[in-house]
């Protein structure tokens, strides 16, 4: 063969046409879009990531099992059945040792069905005033519904409550919550350093090496 510039130039063409065409496509079952952006930097250019509005998902996904791996499993299994897509669902908790593990599933709506980020760490931080043991951690459950088979990975951020708000990057909880061996909130560190060491980082680490085997 001929390996002159613009053949070389049409083979790097080619494959990137190839890897675009078998590109794997993911559904993500959330509406949150502070997720869906920190999922889509993790996952990178390997895989094709599409939100529920792509596949015409507008509807309020149901989360009512109770735990934290349920409302997972709930929601993929709900776009699966609905929609006929494989589908990637996650839930995520903060469990706070001295509250008996609360929020727990009610996290998101921990101060009323509105959902508001600083209602609810106004209510931790009142709920937890006087108290020594602020340990806490945060707990994601990815499950993958795939041609009907469910599969579940599971992240684990341990730390504790700060005593007041710090940071103003991330989303929900994050400026309450300090990571183990950090001074930090997860609000003063940057995504890819929240990246490193997060529940949900190390939950869809678990996810995507699944999902690489998968592509072998």
């Given amino acids: 063969m001929d390996w002159t510039k613009g053949n070389v130039r049409n083979l790097i063409l080619l494959v990137n046409v190839i ?40 509807e309020e996904i149901p989360e009512t099992t109770g735990t934290i791996e349920g409302n997972a499993i709930q929601k993929a299994r709900y776009v699966y059945e609905k929609y006929g897509y494989d589908c990637f669902a996650e839930d995520t908790g903060l469990e706070i040792y001295a509250l008996d593990m609360a929020p727990g599933v009610h996290t998101a709506r921990y101060a009323g069905e509105e959902k508001n980020p600083n209602a609810n760490m106004a209510k931790v931080l009142e709920e937890l005033k006087g108290e020594m043991d602020r340990k806490a951690r945060f707990k994601t459950v990815i499950a993958y519904v795939r041609s009907g088979n469910v599969l579940t990975f599971e992240g684990i951020a341990d730390g504790n409550i700060a005593l007041e708000k710090q940071g103003m990057e991330g989303f929900g909880y ?37 999902l690489d085997k998968e592509k072998e």
Avoid: W
């Fill in 19 to 58: 890897s675009y065409i078998v590109m794997m496509e993911l559904v993500f079952a959330t509406g949150n879009k502070n997720k869906t952006v920190e999922i889509a930097r993790m996952l990178g250019n390997r895989f094709k990531l599409m939100g529920l509005g792509e596949i015409g998902c507008f």
């Fill in 174 to 210: 994050d400026p309450i919550f300090i990571p183990q061996n950090e001074n930090r909130s997860f609000a003063e560190m940057t995504m890819a350093e929240k990246n490193q060491i997060s529940h949900r980082a190390k939950s869809f680490r678990k996810f995507l090496e699944y």
